[in-house]
């Protein structure tokens, strides 16, 4: 753990001289600071450094002087803002509700009324053309002669 905070540590001091804040940049087309700007620039990496090794480079680190420090903010930091409260408290109410609110339409809407409507009246249309097919001829010239009847009565009427 030490090893990360460290590099993490010296690599803004090795960019000290060059980059820096915008604060410090009040010759930033000549690209040249005054030494006031520079030593602020490296003072501020390596000020936060000593602060660090201060904190962590203890035979047994600890956070007691940043828990002191931050006071009642400590408590957000260390229950990570609350982000994975507030995570669970979307997926339990707003995508359960989402998928609650998908699966009665799926169920109802769509398995119902139309996939279950649709094969419900291809089931009752398929038994009522069962019935009309019979392999009698005889049955067959009588309904033949009432669509032709039907027809004919629709012609004339209108």
């Known amino acids: 753990m030490t090893l990360p905070l460290v590099f993490l540590a010296l690599l803004p001091l090795s960019r000290a001289g060059r980059v820096g804040c915008r604060i410090f940049w009040s010759a930033a087309e ?32 600890s ?22 409260e507030l995570y669970a408290w979307l997926v339990k109410y707003v995508q359960g509700t989402i998928a609650t609110v998908c699966d009665l339409f799926d169920r109802w809407i769509l398995q119902r009324l139309g996939i279950g409507g649709l094969s419900v009246g291809t089931g009752l249309l398929g038994k009522t053309v069962r019935l009309l097919q019979t392999g009698s001829i005889s049955g067959y010239a009588f309904l033949v002669g009432l669509g032709v009847t039907v027809i004919i009565y629709c012609v004339v009427v209108r």
């Open 30 to 61: 000549t690209g040249h600071h005054s030494a006031l700007q520079t030593g602020g620039l490296i003072a501020v990496p390596l000020l936060g450094f000593l602060l660090a090794a201060t904190i962590y480079w203890k035979p047994e680190p």
């Open 63 to 84: 956070d007691a002087p940043v828990k002191t420090a931050l006071g009642k903010i400590w408590t957000v930091v260390e229950n990570k803002y609350y982000f994975d």
